[in-house]
């Protein structure tokens, strides 16, 4: 169920690949052999146009630099990375618990490392009489990424306390105030790019709002740098 909650607005983070410190480790290694190979044929050569006996020394010269095998540098090097979430993504609610306690919670729609591109539908309804409006709230967290808890069914309830913070809000304006318990749906959908859609709509009188949040890493700098750090020490994951 929805408050009635203040408006407050502010970008998200973006979404990054699947094992961040895979990822910024196998794009190190790529831009070293990038960098060895334009010293000997000359800045922003076409990759396509790079003699395969040039790549391979450039490809042992990094791997001896870094204190590994040619066949592991081409292994990571080689890698797919999968794009998934990297964070929890839910709405937060108002829930009267059966003692008579009223409290917040955030309910996941998105769940860490579901692949992307993505897209869940929840269904919810209005807190109180009255109501004028609804305010989407976003947060994000890390419920269901240990290893014991991939699969669990209260992945998707998440006390507040457990959320790392909101990422913004977006207001659904009703054509007329709505009575308790009235149905609203909200949508998300994530995409390969970064990018976190936001469908809310008012199920009574089909009105509907539409919101995009554009941003850069949900992972903080410093969770990247020591990310990187660890690879650069052997240990990559």
């Given at each position: 169920e929805f408050p009635d909650t203040p408006v407050a607005l502010r970008d998200p983070n973006e979404i990054v690949a699947k094992g961040a410190a895979l990822y910024a480790y196998r794009l190190s290694l790529?831009?070293?052999i990038d960098q060895y190979i334009w010293e000997q044929l000359g800045e922003g050569v076409d990759e396509k146009d790079v003699p395969e006996q040039v790549r391979k020394e450039a490809t042992a010269a990094i791997a001896t630099a870094k204190g590994m095998t040619t066949e592991q540098v081409e292994?990571?090097?080689g890698i797919t990375i999968t794009d998934v979430s990297p964070k929890s993504f839910g709405i937060k609610i108002k829930t009267d618990l059966p003692s008579g306690e009223t409290v917040y919670q955030v309910?996941?729609?998105v769940l860490v490392n579901q692949e992307l591109p993505y897209e869940k539908a929840g269904d919810y309804v209005t807190y109180s009489d009255n109501q004028p409006h609804v305010d989407f709230e976003v947060w994000q967290n890390m419920k269901g990424a240990r290893a014991e808890d991939v699969g669990r069914a209260d992945n998707y309830t998440v006390e507040m306390d457990e959320c790392e913070s909101m990422l913004g809000k977006t207001r659904l304006d009703f054509e007329h105030s709505l009575p308790k318990d009235s149905p609203l749906r909200v949508t998300f959908k994530l995409t390969r790019d970064g990018r976190l859609e936001l469908y809310g709509q008012d199920l009574t009188t089909n009105r509907e709002i539409r919101t995009s949040f554009d941003t850069t890493d949900v992972m903080?700098?410093?969770?990247?740098?020591?990310?990187?750090?660890r690879a650069n020490r052997g240990r990559i994951g």
């Open positions: 790529k831009n070293e292994d990571i090097v309910s996941n729609l903080s700098k410093e969770e990247l740098d020591e990310a990187v750090e």
